[in-house]
């Protein structure tokens, strides 16, 4: 029944052997180790297991580690390097947007996709970018806020 | 007073905006929460559920699950038989149903194995035979139909616990009023739903004949010694631990069945176990809003002012004791910290039913009693033909006074805290002044900044902290203050910080690990800042101390003149005379030896001495007010909340970004019991146990917030900081509730205020009748004649003729 799986995630090439029925986020969880990745509820409702896969948001519970073979993960642990925090989650930090940080990793995820794509976003299009997430301890109110200071921050780097 | 000199002082890290110290682990992923935890050789458990709401349990088998392949062991409640619970009164669950069940999901069996799947797949092999009983689904039900009783214990038929208290003479003060009123409010039951479902570890060491316990858990010291009398072992042999919690709101406060079982197994199998519930399954372990009818009743002179007010609470408890003797009596305790009522009596019935056991949720049994007192307020006002805000302001409490049911209020910024709302809002222009559709609602509240009472009684601290200096400067503080994403770790860093002269991230901190570090009853009641604040303040005190002697001593500098700034310890008057703060520890090592210091907490004294008075009491209150803004669309039902105004008296911020996050938080949850959560149940099902169904809030309907924090000189708080993880979210259900009767003239006396329901108090008010949903009678019951309680003296000489 198992089959050998190639994913490439954060840049690094692995090969696990699993269930075709194991999800992306057992996978990155239990056999990666990659425990960054939360969850929730694991039916596609509350949005905190979001991971990119090739750079667009997807739900890592209801994703087939195998139907992402050839493609590229990103999950929080590729956002900082060097022991650098990316700037989105710096904006994270400097603006409170966390409390419990279990959403966290999510919300940093689907910021940093809004921004790749839209770097200077409107306020409908951030709320639109979060709104798959949900948060149970901020109000959303930092959130927003740190979205709009992370997309100034990576304009000032590019500029 | 000490605090307050130090008030003065503040000059390094209190009030600043900086990032949290738990910030980087949490924003980079690397903060671990219980179910990110595995250890070598571990099982994964799963708990077996009742599919019936009451039922006598005939036989739970376990003969087919064990075979599974993979099945290591399974457990029923024969296992594990002994009653818990955390309030002493109400020992009344076990970790598995023995021989009843209570409600549907309530554990009956568990069992571990090898991944998580053949435990799943096991689980649905245990065979259980049920013998059903008629369900008890609410109120009323339960209290029509006393028997068969839900438990053998409490007064009589399925009455858990009763409240009769009169403070004054409440029949002499409706006497005096002008207008007398009286309303029915009905407060829906809700849900924490904090995103990290619970989870626990657990590992026996059969060598050292020890369990340790990972858990997602905000009160590990109750647990720790609930979990050693539910598997019969000594409390040295248990020790709890709480790693990163995703969130609690006091969902995460009781002790749970998944955590007494993953004990159990792991001391049957000599294997650790890990228990993580599913998103359904956090919804049966449930502890949350009561549902609770209100019945309010108020006398009033025809200026506004109080003569005597009359609060009946019927509590819907669910299945088992939980926080309820609390629950019950808060319902009564916070009216009289807003407003002076002189002649005050409160009576309150908590009820078993058979639904999963409600508890506390953030603001703990006040908030059903504080929406139907400030609607009440409201419709009162109209009564008299006075401004909703005025009445208020003629019944407010002040600094330094004795409530009439013996609560003593010391800081008070309560008028403050109306005026910023009143005025940012444009009240006085706008209210009454939209068109129809648009309206404003304003409420007040009071909380706890700290419960002043234990839950168990002892005349010990309430809060202890260690703090160690060592040789290269290093800080750490050992404190069971449990981090649930409200701040505790960093109210603690910026207090020790500001003493020492540090910055918080300087600080290293070791948390609610019950082996090392020192008492603190938990994150529960707003306690944390104030009560391990002090502890903190006092052990950072000790050691400045001894930093200040041996500074003193080798640079012969006269020692009131040092100071702590900027990681250095120096002479004020002449600055560059000094050490750093490595080189002071080094200088004090050398004088006194190991560096390591110690404080405590303990509240004030309760000053009530009836029955109850222990409910209530804390060492300051908090206070806040709101002005709400809705769009209401009279053809959906549908009700938005475009602006919130929000006014907080938190004594003073240790950092505002913090407390304003508090307060921000508060305002989605509130939005949520006021527009759309409700734990609610079809027939005897939980009717929808998920996400999809029990919906909360999204960024969509998040409102503009706009955050007034009110400073106020709190003498008994650490830099005067007081409470803010509970209060705001008080006044904000009721705001939401008044602002919709100004927009479409309609009341809606039910939470949650759903389309359906403002669309039918519309449909009530076009075939002519009064333009209201809401409960219109209370259940069958009469209360036991109130007790009598003496009011304090000072209310006695209020009411002489000057």
Known sequence: MERAVRLKVNGQEHRVLVPPHRTLLEVLREDLGLVGTKHGCELGECGVCTVLVDGEPALSCLVLAHEVEGHE??????????????????????????????????????????????????????????????????????????????????????? | MRVLEERERVRNVVGQRLPRVDGWAKVSGRAQYTDDLTLPGMLFGKLVRSTHAHA????????????????????????????????????????????????????????????????????????????????????????????????????????????????????????????????????????????????????????????TVWTSHQGPHYLHRGLAKALGLEEHQVRVVVPAVGGGFGGKLDIFHHEVCAAKLSMLTGRPVKITLTREEVFYAHRGRHPELLRIRTGVKRDGRITAMHVEAYLDGGAYCSFGPATLLYAGTQQPVTYRIPHYRFQGVRVFTNKPPCGPKRGHGTPQARCALEVHLDKLSEDLGLDPVELRLRNLTGPNELTVNWLEITSNGLRACIEKVVEASGWRQRRGRLPYGRGLGFACSAYLTGAGGSIYYSDMPHSEVHLRVDRSGGVTVYTMATEIGQGSATAVATIVAEVLGLQPQDISLVTSDTDLTPIDLGSYSSRVTLMVGNAAYEAACRAR????????????????????????????????????????????????????????????????????????PSPAYTFSACVAEVQADPETGEVKVERVWVAHDIGRALNPVLVEGQVEGSVHMALGEALMEEQAFRKELHRGPSWLDYKVPTVYEMPEVITFLVETDEPRAPFSAKEVGQGPLLCVVPAILNAIADALKVRVDEVPATPEKVLKALEEQRKGRTGRVGPTKVPPFSFPPPERVPRPQSWEEAAQPA
């Not at chain 2, 669950?93 to 571990?112: F, I, S």
């Not at chain 2, 250095?568 to 080189?583: C, H, L």
Request: charged content about 25%.
């Open chain 2, 545 to 616: 101390d001894l930093l200040f002697d041996a500074v003193a001593e080798r640079l012969q500098v006269p020692r009131s003149r040092l100071v702590a700034r900027s990681r250095r310890i120096f002479d004020e008057a002449n600055p560059e005379v000094g050490a750093s703060f490595a080189q002071a520890a080094q200088w004090a090592e050398a004088r006194f030896g190991c560096l390591a210091t110690s404080g405590s907490y303990r509240p004030p004294q309760k000053l009530g001495t009836y029955k109850g008075s222990g409910v209530g």
């Open chain 1, 73 to 159: 993960v990103t999950t929080v642990e590729g956002l900082a390097t060097d022991g650098q925090l990316h700037p989105v989650q710096q904006a994270f930090v400097e603006s409170g947007a966390l409390q419990c940080g279990y959403c966290t990793p999510a919300m940093v995820l689907v910021t940093k996709a809004l921004l790749d794509r839209v770097p200077e976003p409107s306020g409908e299009q951030v709320r639109e970018a979060v709104a798959g997430v949900f948060c149970r301890c901020t109000g959303y109110v930092k959130i927003l806020e740190a979205v709009q200071a992370a997309a100034r921050r990576l304009r000032e780097a590019r500029a």
């Open chain 2, 56 to 211: 006598r349990l005939v036989s739970v088998r376990l003969e087919r699950a064990l075979q599974v392949p993979g099945v290591v062991a399974a457990i029923t409640g024969r296992d594990v038989p002994v009653r818990y619970s955390v309030f002493p009164v109400g020992q009344d669950e076990t970790a598995l149903a023995v021989d009843r069940v209570r409600y549907v999901g309530e554990p009956v069996a568990a069992l571990a194995a090898v991944d998580p799947y053949t435990a799943e797949e096991a689980a649905r092999l245990v065979e259980v035979e049920y013998e059903p009983l008629p369900a008890r689904m609410d109120l009323e039900e339960a209290l029509r139909n006393p028997e068969p009783r839900i438990h053998d214990y409490g007064p009589f038929g399925n009455v858990h616990r009763l409240a009769s208290l009169e403070f004054g003479d409440v029949e002499a003060g409706f006497a005096e009023a002008d207008h007398v009123r009286e309303d029915l409010f009905f407060y829906g039951g809700n849900t924490h739903a904090p995103l990290e479902p619970h989870s626990a570890l657990a590992w026996w060491d059969p060598g050292a004949r020890k369990l």
